[in-house]
Structure formats: structure tokens, C-alpha cells
């Protein structure tokens, strides 16, 4: 069991940056898929990044490579999303998740634990 909470959302001006953490607790999320998952008003929940247990396989959604970097620490059982050159597109309430995914990293059904959301908002 995993449970997941985000924070370091908030408003911010296009250009600007936001790091994004996740806070987990249960023993297991070192073993786990991390993911950051993001859902705008209207929309779907699609996906953003995503990394493995050690860290040596990365995943980005075509629309943040090179802006978006996902990492973690599992010492501290904490995911992290640094966001830089944000855009107004970016706007959404990111959400952070966790599982044993095999290949499937891109997909939202193969992640059993979420977080509660926070609010990225990116001003014009």
C-alpha cells in the first residue's frame, strides 16, 4: 500500500518554473513506477512523465521534453517535476502515481495509487 501526496503547485507567469514534489509513504514505493499525470478542465488525464524504481529509465509526454524534468529520491520516498519555460497550455491539475507498470508506463489504468492533485495554474 502506497499513499501518495502532491504539493508545490500554484500560479505562475509563462516562462516561469514550478518543482512539483510527491510524498509517499509505505515501504514499497521504492520498488514502484512513478508517474506525473496532469488534467486540464474538459479534458482527459494524460500523461507527463514517468520513472522507474532506480531511476535509469525516463518517460515524457512529446509536449514537455526538454522543459519537464522527472526524478527521485527514494531515501526519502519523495517524486519530484521540475517544470521550467511553463506555458499557459500547461495549466492543470498534475497528479502523481505509483505502480508496478511493466511497459505500460503511459497509461493511467496501470497505476493503482494516486495522489489528491495540486493546482499548476500559468498565466498569460
Known amino acids: 500500500q502506497v499513499r501518495l501526496v502532491e504539493s508545490g503547485g500554484g500560479l505562475v507567469q509563462a516562462g516561469g518554473s514550478l518543482r512539483l514534489s510527491c510524498a509517499a509513504s509505505g515501504r514499497t514505493f521504492s520498488e514502484y513506477t512513478m508517474g506525473w499525470f496532469r488534467q486540464a478542465p474538459g479534458t482527459e488525464r494524460e500523461f507527463v512523465a514517468a520513472?522507474?524504481?532506480?531511476?535509469?529509465?525516463?518517460r515524457y509526454a512529446d509536449s514537455v521534453k526538454g522543459r519537464f524534468t522527472i526524478s527521485r529520491d527514494n531515501a526519502k520516498s519523495t517524486g519530484y517535476l521540475q517544470m521550467n519555460s511553463l506555458k499557459p497550455e500547461d495549466t492543470a491539475v498534475y497528479y502523481c502515481?505509483?505502480?508496478?507498470?511493466?511497459?505500460?508506463?503511459?497509461?493511467?489504468?496501470?497505476?493503482?495509487?494516486w495522489g489528491q492533485g495540486t493546482q499548476v495554474t500559468v498565466s498569460s
Open positions: 520513472i522507474n524504481w532506480s531511476g535509469s529509465n525516463i
Open positions: 502515481a505509483a505502480d508496478s507498470v511493466g511497459r505500460r508506463w503511459t497509461f493511467k489504468s496501470e497505476y493503482g495509487y
